[in-house]
């Protein structure tokens, strides 16, 4: 049996270390996995580990941050964890430190390999591209060979050539959203997320390699076969951030273009009277043609996720459905759901000769899914869902003082709580989707306290350089960039350099943000952008209100990164 030692940092010895070791030594037990855990900090209990143990290790995990007594441990196979990786996911932390302790079963655990990658996330824009220099850092640090194809928000880059995909002993992608399979038959497969990419590449590459699963020929033509455990976890959540992600094109061009209507026609651009005129023209491409496929493309694309290509048509028709029932975004969340669930259970029961199977996605799982959704729709789902959408619009656009303050607090911690994250991208896609339904203030306060992280970081590096390090000092500037042009990742070293001082001083900052943009009633139509759309006319209303949002919530993060932190020696 593989022996595997741990020792956990806990700095002060916080609450959340003594948890991650517990967590550590009860999963340990119920795997009869043999393990020995050292746990460090001031005030720490307990014996530290042995000569002997450590000289009968075959490998140690290295948990939290502090000193942790590198330096007894020689040569002996490493594997490092966050105290929240331990929390959220001990199973996983272990597997990953057995990994690297021991040759994967059926695969040589020598030499190097050829790996192709493939990362993508809902907004196609930070977490893409972070998973894969992650990907791409690891494997060049273990000595394999990898190409990294990234599906971000302008399509794919770099894309992999049929030649690399067949000489790749496996093919590893991390991805939010749903990816398509098809080029991948009878290759091996492993799929997970694209933070497991950011937060550990080394760890992620030796689970994929021992993990990796082959992709049947069958599964690839009929759609993309979703066997690894990493990606079934994600579940709904992931199937309604893949439609998030194809709906945004149609809520960032119909804002704009309405935005722009508005610019060359004034506030009645769009009335009658002024039909012919350049502003009505942009209002009708906007109003009538974009924001109109803004719910039957969110629809589509969950029902695409989930049943690949055959849901596409049913989700769609189930959108349009919800859309012509004032059941807006969250009617075309449910046709969505139902599309993709409905075809996926038909195309695993519907069984034909091999010479009709070319029937059943583009024939008879498109029509019958269409039947049973819009069915669904018109006489179960749409009307009540219609009122709820009815009853929620009046709630939020009636909303006035305190109401809108508490919301837009809410809104605004759950922007930097997890920075990209499940909750950060649950108060994104909730705002973008109900700009469909012409409430605008929740995306103002979302963008407002998604920029406030990077931002506020990058202030604290000037008003407090003593607190960071050199290197956190230059990469300061890269997190305003970042901050300036909403990507509330920017952050993300710096808290995971020491989350409990700076995750409270961003989430502050972000509420604030939220909080006075919600108060001041600051409307953006568009769902990204950042500093880049305040020149844009009537995108975000009042101007004013979002920079005075904007930099009251900036200065309080900043000021409490500078008070939390303590100096750097």
Known sequence: MTHLVAVVGGGDLSTHAVLAAEALRRAAGRRNQRLDVELRGRGATGAPLSESAIRDADAVLLVGNGDLGEGRFGALRRAKAAIDDVL???????????????????????????????????????????????????????????????QGSVGARDALTPEEIAAADIVLIAADTGVDRGRFAGKRVYATT?????????????????DAELQGAAAAESGPARPAAAEKKAGAYKHLMTGVSFMLPFVVAGGLLIALAFAFGGIDAMSPENKGTLGFALGEIGAKAAFALIVPALAGYIAYSIADRPGIAPGMIGGMLAANLNAGFLGGIVAGFIAGYTVSFLSRSIRLPKNLEGLKPVLILPLLGTLV???????????????????????????????ALVLGLILGAMMAVDMGGPINKAAYASSAALISSGIYTPMAAVMLAGMTPPLGIALATRLFPGRFTAQEREAGTAAAVLGAAFITEGAIPFAAADPLRVIPALVAGSAAAGAISMTL????????????????????????????????GTVITAVLVGVFKKRTA
Request: proline share 7%; hydrophobic share 55%.
């Open 88 to 150: 959220t996911d001990v199973e996983g932390v272990i597997d990953r430190a057995l990994a690297g302790a021991a040759p994967a079963p059926g695969a040589p655990a020598q030499g190097p390999k050829r790996i192709v990658a493939i990362t993508s996330c809902p907004t196609g824009i930070a977490h893409t591209f972070m998973a894969a220099e992650g990907i791409q850092a690891a494997a060049q640090g273990l000595g394999h060979a990898v190409r990294v194809e990234t």
């Open 521 to 552: 009633g600051v409307a953006l139509r568009v769902p990204h952008g950042g500093l880049f759309v305040l020149p844009i006319p009537n995108a975000i209303t009042p101007v004013l209100g979002a920079v005075v949002a904007l930099v009251v």
């Open 373 to 403: 959704t819009g069915l669904l729709m018109v006489y179960v789902i749409g009307v009540p869902v219609a009122a709820l959408l009815a009853a929620l619009t009046g709630w939020l656009k009636g909303m006035q003082g305190a109401s």
């Open 194 to 210: 694209t933070k497991a990419a950011i937060r550990d590449g080394k760890g992620l590459i030796a689970t994929a390699l021992k």
